[in-house]
């Protein structure tokens, strides 16, 4: 968790030198929203019932110049959002605020309508968490300071110059990454409109596609860890425990956006363990493929997982998504998260070397 706001303020730091030194204009967007809770488990069923609302007010920089389109051969936009999202359960759920900070990039810029992904990340606080005699119903989050990552997909209708109407979908997650248990976790979509105005009119310049600049497969090695409390019975809180591994991959670059990857992964989980007694439960071997999306010196990260190994699970595929920040030529600093189908397993800092 430490390391989610050390990777927060970096970003803060590079945006802010990037308006120092540019004339990428500044841009409000103010975007309601609406939406579904997805009932993973049959514990938190009744509770997902519930139809979260609320209100994001966005503040960013929209990236024109010419360095900006050579990040991934395309316009895009970053900068930070806060929202204030209410679960519609105020005993139970309470409501959530999110601070967090986002990348934009647009798929396509010619014409009156803009297509554009968006992903972000950042810390949550939470007003309702679990407690085993006031609030026993919500298995859902069970520290008031979390995390909360999403991801969106929008419609960009140019109004005027200066003016933008948004409509977009969005898939939200909210997790402590299993620092502590209860952690359900909550996965739910979002859906909205809104408008975004721009402090200066922006006129998107026809560019020309860059070369890939990487060639043939790029091998990694990554280390992750992250720390856990192992709970029995009624949540109380037994023992702290680490889990750790590693993942050999390698990745190939298809467009200046996109690349594909493929890797083993090897982790030891601590939890299990003190769970189970057995320490060979623990182990776990597996094999990666996924695809990365790359924008600037952030790339995001989607795998699947197949187990070859892993005693304690009966199930034979999870998903891992990373978040990653190049500081150097070889070496890249983030998180990650390992999920099995909506329900997060663990989340860790993770340090990547790219043998290139």
């Given at each position: 968790?430490?390391?989610?706001?050390?990777?927060f303020?970096?970003?803060?730091?590079?945006?802010?030198?990037?308006?120092?030194?540019?004339?990428?204009?500044v841009f409000?967007?103010?975007?309601?929203q609406?939406?579904?809770?997805?009932?993973?488990?049959?514990a938190i069923?009744?509770?997902?019932?519930?139809?979260p609302?609320?209100l994001?007010?966005?503040?960013?920089?929209?990236?024109?110049?010419?360095?900006?389109?050579?990040?991934?051969?395309?316009?895009?936009?970053?900068?930070?959002?806060?929202?204030?999202?209410?679960?519609?359960?105020?005993?139970?759920?309470?409501q959530a605020?999110?601070?967090?900070?986002?990348?934009e990039?647009?798929?396509?810029?010619?014409?009156?309508?803009?297509?554009s992904?968006?992903?972000?990340v950042?810390?949550?606080?939470?007003?309702?968490?679990?407690?085993?005699?006031k609030?026993?119903?919500?298995?859902?989050f069970?520290?008031?300071?979390?995390?909360?990552?999403?991801?969106?997909?929008?419609?960009?209708?140019?109004?005027?110059?200066?003016?933008?109407?948004?409509?977009?979908?969005?898939?939200?997650?909210?997790?402590?990454?299993g620092i502590?248990?209860?952690?359900?976790?909550?996965?739910?979509?979002?859906?909205?409109?809104?408008?975004?105005?721009?402090?200066?009119?922006?006129?998107?310049?026809?560019?020309?596609?860059?070369?890939?600049?990487?060639?043939?497969?790029?091998p990694?090695?990554?280390?992750?860890?992250?720390?856990?409390n192992?709970t029995?019975?009624?949540?109380?809180?037994?023992?702290?425990t680490y889990?750790?591994?590693?993942?050999?991959?390698g990745?190939?670059?298809?467009?200046?956006?996109?690349a594909?990857?493929?890797?083993v992964e090897?982790?030891w989980?601590?939890?299990?363990k003190?769970?189970?007694?057995?320490?060979?439960?623990?182990?776990?071997i597996?094999?990666?493929?996924?695809?990365?999306?790359?924008?600037?010196?952030?790339?995001?990260?989607?795998?699947?997982?197949?187990?070859?190994?892993?005693?304690?699970?009966?199930k034979?595929f999870?998903?891992?998504?990373?978040?990653?920040?190049q500081?150097?030529?070889?070496?890249?600093?983030?998180?990650?998260?390992?999920?099995?189908?909506?329900?997060?397993?663990?989340?860790?800092?993770?340090?990547?070397?790219?043998?290139?």
């Amino acid at each position: 968790m430490r390391f989610l706001f050390l990777l927060f303020l970096t970003g803060l730091a590079s945006l802010v030198a990037a308006q120092d030194k540019t004339t990428n204009p500044v841009f409000l967007g103010v975007k309601p929203q609406y939406g579904f809770i997805i009932p993973h488990s049959s514990a938190i069923r009744s509770l997902s019932q519930s139809r979260p609302y609320g209100l994001a007010v966005d503040y960013g920089w929209f990236m024109i110049q010419k360095k900006d389109w050579q990040r991934c051969n395309c316009y895009s936009r970053a900068g930070f959002s806060i929202s204030h999202i209410n679960f519609n359960q105020p005993r139970v759920l309470g409501q959530a605020t999110n601070l967090m900070m986002f990348a934009e990039p647009f798929f396509n810029y010619r014409g009156r309508v803009l297509t554009s992904l968006r992903m972000g990340v950042g810390p949550t606080y939470l007003n309702k968490i679990y407690d085993p005699e006031k609030n026993p119903r919500n298995l859902f989050f069970s520290t008031h300071l979390s995390f909360i990552i999403h991801l969106d997909v929008a419609l960009n209708f140019r109004l005027t110059r200066q003016w933008f109407l948004k409509v977009y979908g969005k898939y939200n997650h909210i997790s402590n990454g299993g620092i502590q248990e209860p952690n359900k976790g909550m996965n739910f979509p979002t859906f909205g409109a809104g408008l975004d105005y721009l402090f200066a009119p922006v006129e998107l310049k026809k560019r020309q596609p860059l070369p890939l600049e990487e060639k043939g497969i790029i091998p990694s090695l990554e280390v992750f860890a992250t720390m856990e409390n192992v709970t029995r019975g009624e949540g109380d809180v037994q023992k702290r425990t680490y889990s750790y591994g590693l993942i050999l991959r390698g990745r190939r670059r298809i467009t200046r956006l996109n690349a594909l990857n493929a890797g083993v992964e090897y982790l030891w989980d601590g939890q299990i363990k003190e769970k189970t007694g057995e320490a060979g439960h623990s182990r776990q071997i597996s094999l990666l493929t996924g695809h990365d999306l790359a924008f600037g010196k952030f790339i995001f990260s989607q795998f699947w997982g197949t187990y070859l190994y892993a005693p304690y699970y009966n199930k034979p595929f999870f998903q891992r998504y990373a978040l990653t920040y190049q500081v150097s030529d070889h070496l890249r600093l983030g998180v990650t998260l390992k999920a099995h189908a909506e329900v997060a397993q663990n989340f860790n800092v993770l340090v990547s070397y790219d043998f290139k």
